[in-house]
């Protein structure tokens, strides 16, 4: 069954210092698409980057990048020069087909991440 | 551009009682899913809604149900409300196509006494 794992619940990183969070996710399907959402705690989701499945080359936004590697099905963030701002929740994502043909998502538990002055 | 919208931001219930939460997506949005968030279970799909269809639905039982209307906006409905109920009620528009990105509301929270 399709999954999305997140063996990270919490981490710390120092201001301006980089930082990765951890996704690995499983599928069967060829073709899917990744997701990386931010959650403040005000709570809405924010959209930070994605990655399709046959995309060769892996995703940047700003300071956010996508450490895809496809074998070993992970979908690493890459968080850089973190900012204080930075600090919440933070949840992989992942696009999969339904057997009526149509999509849904399905989220991992997510990271609470928080950036240290 | 308006975001997309939940109503109300906060909600409070007791058992048994029944409960619909509202979502505007973002104009020109014709889908719209939802999501109930838990600390224990994340976030977990309920039901997407399309052009007024319900389009996919998640493992939840026949107490939750959604509607579209012609103008997109959607609601969700509770019934019979359980203590496990209590959750924050997240809402996403999209246009509806393949490999686009869930635009989100900040979410009901709803609680259940």
């Known amino acids: 069954a399709q999954k999305i794992t997140q063996t990270q619940p919490g981490m710390f990183v120092q201001e301006k210092e980089a930082v990765t969070l951890d996704c690995t996710y499983d599928?069967?399907?060829?073709?899917?698409?990744l997701f990386w959402y931010k959650q403040p705690s005000s709570g809405e989701m924010i959209f930070l980057i994605y990655q399709g499945s046959y995309d060769q080359q892996n995703a940047t936004e700003g300071r956010y990048s996508l450490n895809f590697q496809k074998a070993r099905k992970s979908a690493n963030l890459v968080i850089s020069a973190s900012q204080l701002g930075d600090s919440a929740m933070y949840f992989c994502a992942m696009r999969q087909f339904t057997t009526s043909g149509t999509y849904k998502y399905i989220f991992g538990t997510g990271t609470r991440l928080k950036v240290l002055a | 551009k308006a975001g997309v919208t939940q109503t109300p931001r906060y909600l409070i219930k007791t058992r048994g009682q029944q409960v619909t939460l509202s979502c505007s997506p973002i104009s020109g949005h014709r889908s719209v899913s939802w999501y109930q968030q838990t600390p224990g279970q994340g976030l977990q799909f309920l039901f997407e809604y399309f052009s007024e269809t319900q389009r996919n639905k998640g493992n939840f039982p026949g107490r939750f149900s959604g509607r579209q209307f012609s103008n997109s906006r959607s609601e969700m409905n509770v019934s019979t409300l359980e203590l496990g109920d209590s959750a924050l009620y997240l809402c996403?528009?999209?246009?509806?196509?393949?490999?686009?990105?869930?635009?989100f509301g900040s979410g009901t929270q709803l609680s259940v006494l």
């Open positions: 996403a528009s999209s246009l509806g196509q393949y490999n686009e990105k869930l635009f």
């Open positions: 599928t069967s399907d060829p073709s899917y698409g």
